[in-house]
């Protein structure tokens, strides 16, 4: 019976280890120039979500804490909606230091136990990105939403070692966990696959 605990034990510890190393594996982010600092951040997000940047310092300084300094953000607005199944479509504009601003749209789909609509405003900090059409594919992740009215929230999405971490303050009201991606893209599209 030891012979089956142990293994199954330590096939446990093998996949543990991966996800620790896929979580903290974006703290590299600072050795690529050009990033961002928090004090930057915050203030630009004080300026683009306006009066419902309460709680703002505290989920950027949480998402640097884990993730490091971005390279990238994205200011740019969206909606999106769900019952079991979801989409989610929004543009906006990326800006980094050494590339500066380019225009980006997101599209995608989602599943899981998700349920109503929302309409945000969003700042994405973008991690490792080497160039611009880098960012022109598919991040995947897992999304929860709690929005009454309003709400503030933070995600991460993942593809290739670059990193996507929506930062979100909206209004609507939805309630529900999710499995989905975004796609980037140079132009609008209503296809979200």
Do not use: C
């Amino acid at each position: 019976m030891r012979k089956i605990v142990v293994p199954n034990f330590a096939f446990v510890v093998a996949v543990m280890a991966m996800i620790v190393g896929f979580v903290a594996a974006p703290a590299s982010a600072q050795d690529r120039g050009g990033t961002y600092s928090t004090q930057e951040l915050v203030n630009t997000g004080h300026k683009f979500f306006g009066t419902v940047s309460g709680g703002l310092a505290t989920v950027i300084e949480q998402a640097v804490s884990r993730y490091g300094q971005p390279n990238g953000y994205i200011l740019g607005e969206e909606g999106s909606g769900a019952i079991v199944g979801g989409l989610r479509y929004g543009e906006g504009q990326l800006n980094t230091r050494d590339r500066g601003r380019t225009k980006v749209y997101w599209q995608g789909p989602s599943i899981g136990w998700d349920f109503g609509g929302e309409g945000s405003r969003t700042m994405m900090l973008v991690y490792n990105l080497p160039s611009v059409d880098a960012l022109y594919q598919r991040f995947g992740g897992v999304d929860g939403s709690a929005y009454f009215i309003g709400g503030f929230g933070m995600t991460a999405l993942v593809a290739d070692r670059i990193y996507v971490v929506p930062v979100r303050a909206g209004v609507g009201l939805r309630l529900g966990v999710n499995l989905g991606y975004l796609k980037f893209t140079p132009t609008a599209t209503w296809n979200p696959f």
